[in-house]
């Protein structure tokens, strides 16, 4: 069973910093790229940051470039979003998630993934 395990989530005020984490269980976490997404209240579910399985390319919503970085670790099955200067408008539920190697489908894109975590909330004071 697929298993993505995100923590780090919180609550923190504006111009702060958060780190998340994801953990993979269940899946060969070489043979997937691996990305974030969030979902405010009321709001569409929105592609944050992708990477590549060996993290040679990198990809990054339009609203945090600049602020936010991706990387993984494939010895421990675990990829991280560094967010920095966080802003009200961050704050979403943030899903970790695996897209296969060879997908026909692009990575920033709900129906490109093919395991999703349960997410992690982080909340951002004004």
């Known amino acids: 069973q697929v298993q993505l395990v995100e923590s780090g989530g919180g609550l923190v005020q504006a111009g702060e910093s958060l780190r998340l984490s994801c953990v993979a269980a269940?899946?060969?976490?070489?043979?997937?790229?691996m990305a974030w997404f969030r979902q405010a209240p009321g709001h569409e579910r929105e592609f944050v940051a992708g990477?590549?399985?060996?993290?040679?390319?990198?990809f990054y919503g339009d609203s945090v470039k600049g602020r936010f970085a991706i990387s993984r670790d494939n010895a421990k099955s675990t990829v991280t979003l560094e967010m920095n200067n966080l802003q009200p408008e961050d704050a979403a539920v943030y899903y970790c998630?695996?897209?296969?190697?060879?997908?026909?489908?692009?990575?920033?894109?709900?129906?490109?993934?093919?395991?999703w975590g349960k997410g992690t909330l982080v909340t951002v004071s004004s």
């Open positions: 998630a695996a897209q296969v190697d060879g997908s026909a489908y692009p990575m920033n894109r709900d129906y490109g993934i093919d395991y």
């Open positions: 269940g899946l060969t976490f070489t043979n997937y790229h």
């Open positions: 990477l590549s399985i060996n993290s040679d390319k990198t």
